[in-house]
Nanobody, 127 residues
Framework: QVQLVESGGGSVQTGGSLRLSCAAS????????MGWFRQAPGKEREAVAG???????TYADSVDGRFTISRTNADNRLYLQMNSLKPADTAVYYC?????????????????????WGQGTQVTVSS
């Protein structure tokens, strides 16, 4: 089992930045397939970014060039650095993990391919 806890959400103005963090309970997530998703009101949850077992990364077209997914093995955390935020980025953001390795970059996995989920953190971008 892996427990995931997100933090770092908040309210910013257009053009601002936020850094989301996801703390994992498992001893090591260094090789896990992990990702960030978001769900806006009235919309389905969508994949935003993914990180592979070899630490390669992939992004949805809507955030490519603005968001960066990364992880630190020392403290078992997954991050999402979000820059140049837009009102369209407003959503609840979730981190996710699957307890299988993945090397099939650049495929962005859907939510059905992850085993573990955090509770979500709200990001609100005002114009």
């Amino acid at each position: 089992q892996v427990q995931l806890v997100e933090s770092g959400g908040g309210s910013v103005q257009t053009g601002g930045s936020l850094r989301l963090s996801c703390a994992a309970s498992r001893k090591s997530i260094s090789r896990y397939c992990m990702g960030w998703f978001r769900q806006a009101p009235g919309k389905e949850r969508e994949a935003v970014a993914g990180i592979f077992s070899d630490d390669r990364t992939t992004y949805a077209d809507s955030v490519d060039g603005r968001f960066t997914i990364s992880r630190t093995n020392a403290d078992n955390r997954l991050y999402l650095q979000m820059n140049s935020l837009k009102p369209a980025d407003t959503a609840v953001y979730y981190c996710a993990a699957r307890d299988l390795y993945c090397y099939d970059w650049p495929r962005l996995r859907g939510e059905n391919e992850y085993n573990y989920w955090g509770q979500g953190t709200q990001v609100t971008v005002s114009s």
